[in-house]
């Protein structure tokens, strides 16, 4: 098995976003390479500006907003900060929105295209939120 591990979130909603969180910092604190790219609706959640929540999907969405969970961008630090794990902003996106590298959170990585981060997930696990 490879300890490797993949995640692409292109969605913006709570629960995708924390699982997507949880299954990053569980994998890289176990010792996994982990790379996470965001995109599309996922990568707002990531710029300095934003202060609005993801959107829940359902009753787990509420769950998630109560004391002592912790929420999803504290655990992609988390990550990034225990464990081999780098947070990816899509470089089209980033075109599209108008943004540059300056304006997203600073545990993010350098910008990536789609292209590149799946070469280099190339012989492990990918899992998309």
């Known amino acids: 098995m490879s300890n490797k591990l993949s995640i692409i979130c292109v969605t913006g909603t709570r629960e995708k976003l924390q699982m997507a969180a949880m299954f990053a910092s569980v994998a890289a604190a176990?010792?996994?390479?982990?790379?996470?790219?965001?995109?599309?609706?996922?990568?707002?959640?990531?710029?300095?500006?934003?202060?609005?929540?993801?959107?829940?999907?359902?009753?787990?969405?509420?769950?998630?907003?109560?004391?002592?969970?912790?929420?999803?961008?504290?655990?992609?630090?988390?990550?990034?900060?225990?464990?081999?794990?780098?947070?990816?902003p899509c470089s089209m996106a980033l075109d599209l929105m108008k943004i540059t590298h300056a304006d997203l959170d600073p545990e993010l990585g350098p910008p990536t295209g789609l292209t590149r981060f799946l070469g280099d997930a190339e012989d492990g696990q990918l899992l998309t939120f």
């Open 30 to 88: 176990t010792g996994s390479q982990v790379s996470v790219f965001l995109s599309m609706n996922a990568l707002p959640y990531f710029v300095k500006q934003n202060t609005e929540p993801p959107p829940g999907e359902g009753v787990f969405g509420a769950i998630l907003q109560q004391p002592g969970v912790p929420p999803f961008k504290q655990l992609f630090q988390q990550a990034a900060e225990l464990g081999d794990a780098t947070i990816l």
